[in-house]
């Protein structure tokens, strides 16, 4: 996470940095603004590390063009912070594992695709392509039938936007 944090316009500082682990089986992932972000276990449970880092890239992303936070946990809690995650997100100034929902209503379109534009300049600039977003995304619709449901009711149009990264230059 650190060099995709590294690459923005307007990078969040290490202690800036906070990391929800929400208890929940779904897919998803969030940006709440103000560098703090949300994804759910169920993500971090099935996804490998270039699938994880595609779809931070993209929560970033939504970060680095301050697009307005509609990210919110339902039911918040138990806040522990676990010795063991924090191999996960060693830029994580503090990580908190949430007894919650994941309630992340979906941007506009159009902040979708400047998300997903902007996602592929950050892994870019941190030695990655676009193909880690492209396959974090082509994952989810896969995986969307067991339980990723989060991420797609959240980010609608995964064809579309699949297909316009695969434009991109
Ligand atoms: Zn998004």
């Given at each position: 996470?650190?060099?995709?944090?590294?690459?923005?316009?307007?990078?969040?500082?290490?202690?800036?940095?906070?990391?929800?682990?929400?208890?929940?089986?779904?897919?998803?992932?969030?940006?709440?603004?103000?560098?703090?972000?949300?994804?759910?276990?169920?993500?971090?449970?099935?996804?490998?590390?270039?699938?994880?880092?595609?779809?931070?890239?993209?929560?970033?992303?939504?970060?680095?063009?301050?697009?307005?936070?509609?990210?919110?946990?339902?039911?918040?809690?138990?806040?522990?912070?676990?010795?063991?995650?924090?191999?996960?997100?060693?830029?994580?100034?503090?990580?908190?594992?949430?007894?919650?929902?994941?309630?992340a209503r979906g941007y506009?379109?159009?902040?979708e695709?400047?998300?997903?534009?902007?996602?592929?300049?950050?892994?870019?600039?941190?030695?990655?392509?676009?193909?880690?977003?492209?396959?974090?995304?082509?994952?989810?619709?896969?995986?969307?039938?067991?339980?990723?449901?989060?991420?797609?009711s959240t980010h609608p149009?995964?064809?579309?936007?699949?297909?316009?990264?695969?434009?991109?230059?």
């Amino acid at each position: 996470m650190v060099p995709l944090l590294q690459a923005m316009d307007h990078p969040c500082r290490v202690d800036q940095v906070r990391v929800g682990i929400i208890n929940q089986n779904e897919i998803n992932a969030a940006n709440a603004g103000n560098c703090e972000f949300y994804v759910t276990m169920g993500l971090l449970r099935r996804a490998n590390d270039d699938q994880l880092r595609g779809v931070l890239a993209h929560e970033i992303a939504h970060q680095d063009l301050g697009h307005v936070a509609k990210a919110q946990v339902l039911g918040a809690g138990l806040n522990i912070l676990s010795a063991g995650l924090q191999q996960l997100f060693p830029a994580a100034g503090a990580l908190a594992p949430i007894a919650g929902e994941l309630v992340a209503r979906g941007y506009g379109r159009t902040e979708e695709y400047a998300a997903d534009r902007h996602g592929v300049d950050i892994l870019r600039r941190a030695g990655y392509s676009k193909e880690t977003l492209l396959d974090a995304l082509t994952w989810i619709r896969r995986t969307a039938g067991d339980g990723g449901g989060g991420f797609l009711s959240t980010h609608p149009g995964l064809d579309e936007r699949i297909a316009t990264i695969e434009k991109m230059r």
